[in-house]
């Protein structure tokens, strides 16, 4: 069992920055690719962005491409996402998730095995 617990959410204006992190429990971290999640108000849960377990390839939503960047450290047990230039549109809560084909960059929620319990990003314009 493996457990992700998300921080960093909060408010920001439009324009502004935002750096989620997710801990995980597990020693066996580096065995899983991970991804982050978003969902907002009446909407599908839908992609944003993946890195595999080395921290070489990554993949990003169209959505978010040249604005955000994920990224991980196997050591500290953690994967982060930095989030620029905010759009009202980004407001959701974010979560992530581990997938234990680590070399696999999964947009398919259905592929990621645990989750974090999410959150609440909010930009506001």
């Known amino acids: 069992q493996v457990q992700l617990v998300e921080s960093g959410g909060g408010l920001v204006q439009t324009g502004g920055s935002l750096k989620l992190s997710c801990a995980a429990s597990?020693?066996?971290?580096?065995?899983?690719?991970m991804g982050w999640f978003r969902q907002a108000p009446g909407k599908e849960r839908e992609f944003v962005a993946v890195?595999?377990?080395?921290?070489?390839?990554?993949y990003n939503a169209d959505s978010v491409k040249g604005r955000f960047t994920i990224s991980r450290d196997n050591a500290k047990l953690t994967v982060k996402m930095q989030m620029n230039s905010l759009k009202p549109e980004d407001t959701a809560v974010y979560y992530c998730?581990?997938?234990?084909?680590?070399?696999?960059?999964?947009?398919?929620?259905?592929?990621?095995?645990?989750w974090g319990q999410g959150t609440q990003v909010t930009v506001s314009s």
């Open positions: 998730a581990a997938d234990p084909a680590r070399l696999r960059l999964s947009r398919n929620a259905n592929d990621y095995t645990y």
């Open positions: 597990t020693r066996t971290f580096s065995s899983y690719a």
């Open positions: 890195i595999s377990w080395s921290g070489v390839s990554t």
